[in-house]
């Protein structure tokens, strides 16, 4: 029988007195110590039933050699070792060797199972069913791309928790960011695209979150969470940051070819064109309100001297919702009244991306919405094309207003305009742009060195 030495978490096999079965017998378990703390487990018999025995017999199948056992007794005396084995190797799996702090959850999954909860692929797929439930057919569709990933890093694969270690993120990583041969239908179809820190840190973020709601009632997991906290100072896994935008940033030269630009046809809500044009500037001269506010935005929102409402981004992320307020200026007016919804009513859509009354699912509102942006990207592309202009599209509105608004307002007042809920996400997008302009300066410096 094992015994727990000094230091040392051992597993022992014991009868348990306090309780018996109808035939009087009491449970063999098997006894776990860790830091004055025990816990117990029920031994198995061959048939993989509970285990109870007499007290003599107890004593009889303990205190005779193995060898000397013979039939039914030796049997049960090694369904008792075995106990204790499989419990041994459960620890040494649970604490890697030694390498990491013992835990009676982390010991648990590995010495009696596992379930939905102690698979980390299984527990992802759940979470993103939550969401589709609850309707956030965006943030699923974002969730859905780093499933994906994942699984198939795994080659479908499934692994506990608390092995998403910072080895195996930082492993996740580099497949990310290489390109590999794309299998359609069984055959191959070219490689797979390389994603950029951007693409790589949003999906980091999914595995975060989903980890953490995972840890939030495990010690152990907490004990090894393997993503950094301070930068990367804890020697932990650091969520790659992109470069904080989605669009090229317009100067002011730029800015004002694209509003003289001209246009094919007429200027009509009709011409898709003319609206790309519009909708651009509408987000521009807005704050740099994003599409999909765009999209939703009612006339209720419009009061005589602002327009005010939630960003939809982040309106499931904070405790009390924080409304944002657009000083309805001349250019914005201009606008509404050429492309706006000609019924007027409080509940209908200004743009009329979505239509009063009309119920639609999350899905197709995700959907109707990354359309909306696609169509008015595509005709954005075509004015600039017409306007001998760099195409862009429509987030650049939101980083221009940023930009331009560095050089008048405080970082504190850009980051409330734009509706971010912590400045260090304005901050990025400023340092972008600095970035920006240091690039064009040492342009201009060695254009002089250049050979005419």
């Excluded at 620890?91 to 999954?109: M, Q, V």
């Excluded at 699923?140 to 506990?160: C, P």
């Excluded at 492993?171 to 490689?191: M, Q, S, V, Y």
């Excluded at 704050?287 to 499931?316: H, M, V």
Aim: hydrophobic fraction near 35%; proline fraction near 4%; glycine fraction near 6%.
């Amino acid at each position: 029988m094992a015994k727990r030495k000094q230091g040392e978490t051992l597993p022992t096999y014991i009868l348990w007195p306090w309780s018996a079965n109808e035939a009087g017998k009491h449970p063999v378990k098997i006894r776990v110590n860790h830091q004055r703390k025990r816990k117990y487990y029920p031994v198995m018999n061959s048939k993989t039933e509970k285990l109870f025995l007499t007290e003599r017999e107890y004593n009889t199948l303990t205190k005779t050699d193995l060898s000397k056992l013979r039939g039914e007794n030796r049997v049960i005396r090694l369904s008792m070792e075995r106990a204790v084995t499989d419990a041994i190797q459960a620890i040494e799996e649970a604490t890697h060797n030694g390498k990491r702090p013992f835990s009676f959850a982390e010991f648990e999954r590995k010495y009696l199972g596992s379930d939905t909860s102690r698979n980390f692929l299984a527990y992802f797929r759940q979470h993103i069913d939550v969401m589709a439930k609850r309707g956030q057919a965006g943030t699923v569709r974002t969730y859905e791309s780093a499933f994906s990933a994942l699984h198939n890093f795994q080659h479908g694969k499934d692994f506990d928790p608390s092995d998403l270690t910072v080895k195996k993120l930082e492993a996740f990583e580099e497949w990310l960011k290489t390109a590999r041969p794309k299998t359609i239908a069984g055959r191959k179809r070219g490689h797979t695209k390389p994603l950029n820190n951007n693409s790589i840190g949003i999906y980091m973020r999914c595995l975060r979150s989903v980890f953490n709601e995972l840890a939030m009632h495990d010690e152990y997991l907490k004990a090894v969470y393997p993503f950094s906290v301070n930068g990367g100072r804890d020697k932990k896994y650091l969520i790659p940051v992109g470069g904080g935008q989605k669009g090229v940033t317009l100067d002011n030269e730029t800015l004002r070819k694209f509003i003289a630009g001209k246009i094919e046809g007429e200027e009509i809500p009709e011409n898709p064109m003319y609206r790309a044009k519009l909708i651009f500037l509408f987000s521009f001269f807005a704050q740099g309100i994003n599409p999909i506010d765009i999209a939703l935005l009612r006339y209720e929102n419009i009061a005589s001297k602002s327009i005010a409402f939630e960003r939809r981004k982040t309106i499931r992320t904070r405790t009390e919702a924080r409304t944002i307020e657009i000083p309805l200026i001349e250019e914005l007016r201009e606008i509404i009244s050429a492309l706006g919804n000609p019924n007027k009513g409080k509940k209908e859509f200004v743009f009329e991306v979505f239509t009063n009354g009309v119920t639609v699912t999350p899905k197709e509102q995700d959907d109707r919405i990354r359309q909306f942006v696609k169509t008015t990207n595509k005709w954005l592309k075509r004015f600039c094309r017409l306007n001998e202009l760099p195409e862009f599209s429509m987030y650049s509105a939101r980083h221009t207003f940023a930009s331009l608004s560095k050089v008048h307002l405080p970082v504190a007042q850009i980051s409330k305009m734009l509706g971010h809920s912590r400045i260090t996400t304005t901050q990025t997008y400023l340092g972008r742009f600095d970035h920006e302009q240091n690039e064009k300066a040492l342009r201009k410096v060695f254009a002089t060195l250049k050979t005419k």
